[in-house]
């Protein structure tokens, strides 16, 4: 009976760029948060007792590579081999995210089809084995086989469980353009080569790593402090107050400055504090932005006031560690 396995998105809270490495990627600091809206993937697979292994993949949506492109083919194709099975393996990918929109729609495909592909057979790899697979496929696809908050280094593919977040609502808003990553990192390189050439170990990605773990791994994290008044009871509060940011904003709302516009209206009015974002973003390289809400009403605020602006969106929440893995495998239609 096929597996179905819900494939879910992440945003950055806060995302730090380094320099250039030798192997053209550069090096980041960055806190990934899984959120509950998925694309819904279903994976069935047969063992064969001879001949090759074949990849079969079908999908909703004519934008998505069906060959040795797609994501999920890299990963069946490593897995297959790094588990020594033949098989035989149907995927099919129903898009619900958008695609390119730095939600890592595509990424958590491949983590999905891993888990997938894995339950169909009876047949697991080890966590190191996935991890290493996984950062061969794409630098985000790691984060996918830990779910929560993620703390991710190097080019984001180093990945560290980190203590969650409490579940938050969430708007994302789905801007009618794209836009390319390479370039951003090009036009990143060109506005601060200088920066880079005198202080190539970026002090930006030392100071977001320890703002990271100072939020979130100090004793306020579990809540022992949160009747104290000096101490905020909500981690995500505390983080906020570090002064997060995207660095690809620098560069990518000078391209299309409609972007930095969007993250005004999901921030709301300092005149109106209760309908405030209590953090608003970029999502990697973007198109895509969102903001986070502490209340449902907050969150309600923030559609009308995208409806109002023609700007498409939607709504969902921060999706914390063992949500992830507890509602991932034998998705119905939601």
């Known amino acids: 009976m096929p597996t179905r396995i819900r494939s879910f998105s992440k945003i950055n809270l806060g995302l730090a760029i380094g320099p250039s490495r030798p192997d053209g990627f550069h090096a980041l600091t960055t806190l990934y948060q899984t959120l509950a809206a998925n694309d819904l993937l279903t994976v069935e697979a047969h063992p064969l007792r001879s001949g090759k292994s074949s990849i079969i993949l079908a999908t ?47 990424s958590a495909n491949a983590a999905a089809a891993l888990i ?89 990605l030392e100071e977001l790593s320890r703002a990271l773990s100072a939020c979130l791994c100090e004793p306020h994290s579990s809540g022992v402090f949160s009747e104290r008044e000096d101490r905020p009871g909500n981690p995500l509060l505390a983080l906020v107050r570090t002064g ?40 990697g390289s973007g198109s895509a932005l969102f903001g986070l809400y502490q209340t449902e009403e907050a969150a309600k605020a923030a559609e009308e006031r995208l409806w109002s602006n023609d700007v498409a969106f939607l709504r969902t929440k921060t999706l914390p560690r063992a949500a992830y893995w507890k509602t991932m495998v034998g998705a119905a239609g939601h």
Request: a negative charge; one cysteine or more; hydrophobic letters at 40%.
């Open 60 to 106: 909703n949506d004519d934008r998505v590579p069906t060959d040795g492109r797609n994501t999920v083919w890299k990963m069946l194709d490593r897995w297959l081999a790094a588990a020594q099975v033949t098989a035989e393996v149907h995927v099919h990918i129903e898009k619900r995210l958008p695609v390119q929109g730095g939600l890592g729609a595509g």
């Open 116 to 204: 997938g592909v894995e339950h169909e057979l009876n047949r697991q790899l080890s966590g190191a084995e996935r991890l290493k697979i996984a950062a061969q496929v794409g630098s985000d696809v790691p984060l996918f086989l830990i779910g929560g908050a993620v703390l991710g280094l190097g080019r984001g593919q180093e990945v560290y469980p980190m203590p969650d977040l409490p579940e938050t609502h969430c708007i994302v808003a789905l801007p009618g353009v794209g836009v390319s990553t390479p370039q951003a990192f090009r036009d990143w390189d060109a506005i601060h080569a200088e920066r880079l050439t005198e202080n190539p170990r970026s002090d930006r």
């Open 244 to 283: 997060i940011e995207n660095d690809f904003e620098d560069v990518v709302f000078r391209q299309h400055p409609s972007l930095g516009d969007i993250k005004r209206i999901l921030t709301g009015s300092p005149g109106n504090p209760e309908q405030a974002a209590l953090y608003a973003a970029l999502s």
